[in-house]
């Protein structure tokens, strides 16, 4: 290929650019116009489910070869500048920033939104329940770990909806600052990567004492400032803090994921594929575990997940958390759980929100 055959291709690269360029001004236009028709209404600005559409109907129309996956990227980028226009958008994470919470709630909400990393769980609802941010985004479950304990009794006293979920593959690495694994003398990490990457550190570093911080970010900054230290953490935290790999995807299941909640105050509206979250405290009688589920059962509701906690207030009682395939508006999910409620002290609805989309993206 000549030089001269070069430039013509790009120059063709040049001319789809600029209506590309075009297509997002008319895009952005339509956005505002739609933000105007929206004003005073009790509608939310972001609605999970349309996007969860948007994303849905453009995988299927793609004809490639540019992959499915850089196309709803690429859109959730798009989706965020968009949402940024109609209403500047303010979201709450359990930080610090390059931990795999911030994210799971980038590839949500994209980058033009205004990113807030507090320091506990309690702080995200706090920082959504006073209206200081629009959203919040916490961890809630970790498939090799299981439930986060701690987000889970937050839903007890608080009025906060679940309104989405992301599903975040979760690929640990060691990280130091000489990558020399000869000079490493501690690993430090969080404790849910140090429980998931058990295995092979029993198997290749039994004699390096290991440490808990608070997230994987705090140990990457450690191991920035003291060549002796390794941290477990992402690729996003070696970047940041300047570190280099010792060692890739160290963690023990290669099928590692981690469930994060987006949490608001309205339940978004029904997507055609949804999930149901809610918590329970049943009447102590006999069988009451099977009165528990016959109301799904007999109506076929599927079942996803039920996970029981001890209840704070009474010692050898338990609050039950069950997600359902299915949404509120249902009619059998809405008369499933109301036959449900009768054989409860208390039930509460957590919300109804789209099933996650499953994305090939590595990253708590």
């Known amino acids: 290929m000549t030089d001269k055959d070069l430039d013509k291709l790009r120059q063709q690269i040049d001319q789809v650019d600029d209506q590309i360029l075009d297509f997002l001004n008319q895009r952005a236009e339509i956005v505002i116009s739609v933000g105007k028709a929206k004003e005073g209404s009790q509608g939310s600005f972001y609605v999970p489910s349309r996007e969860k559409a948007i994303y849905e109907r453009l995988s299927e129309l793609n004809p490639g ?11 959730r980028e798009i989706i965020s500048a968009s949402l940024n226009m109609e209403r500047p958008m303010r ?18 909400f994209g980058l033009s939104a205004q990113l807030v990393p507090l320091k506990s769980i309690p702080a995200v609802f706090e920082e959504v329940e006073r209206g200081r941010a629009h959203y919040g985004v916490v961890p809630v479950e970790n498939s090799t770990e299981g439930v986060v304990n701690h987000t889970l009794d937050m839903f007890f006293d608080s009025e906060l909806q679940m309104i989405a979920e992301v599903m975040l593959e979760i690929s640990h690495n060691l990280l130091s600052k000489t990558g ?6 501690k690993i430090v990490s969080h404790p849910q990567p140090l429980a998931q990457c058990r295995h092979w550190l029993e198997t290749n570093m039994s004699e390096t004492p290991l440490f808990d911080v608070s997230s994987t970010a705090a140990a990457a900054q450690m191991a920035a400032e003291d060549e ?7 690729h996003a935290a070696a970047i940041q803090y300047d570190l280099q790999i010792v060692k890739e995807k160290i963690e023990d299941n290669p099928h590692n994921f981690t469930r994060f909640l987006v949490i608001g105050k309205k339940t978004p509206e029904k997507s055609g594929a949804d999930k149901t979250s809610i918590m329970f405290s049943v009447k102590d009688e006999p069988g009451i575990l099977y009165r528990m589920l016959e109301p799904f059962s007999k109506r076929q509701v599927n079942l996803a997940k039920i996970e029981s906690r001890p209840m704070k207030q009474k010692a050898w009682e338990y609050i ?33 929100y789209p099933i996650a989309r499953n994305e090939n993206q590595s990253g708590e």
């Not at 069950?322 to 009768?342: K, N, P, Y």
């Open 228 to 234: 002796a230290v390794a941290a477990i953490a992402g």
């Open 320 to 352: 039950f958390f069950l997600d359902l395939i299915g949404h509120i508006d249902d009619s059998e999910v809405f008369a499933a759980i109301e036959e449900l409620r009768e054989h409860c002290h208390f039930l509460k609805i957590l919300g109804s």
């Open 180 to 185: 020399d694994l000869g000079k490493i003398e």
């Open 91 to 108: 979201v709450a994470f359990l930080g610090p920033q390059s931990t795999f919470t911030h994210q799971a709630t980038m590839q949500q």
């Open 65 to 75: 070869p540019f992959p499915n996956e850089a196309v709803c990227k690429v859109f």
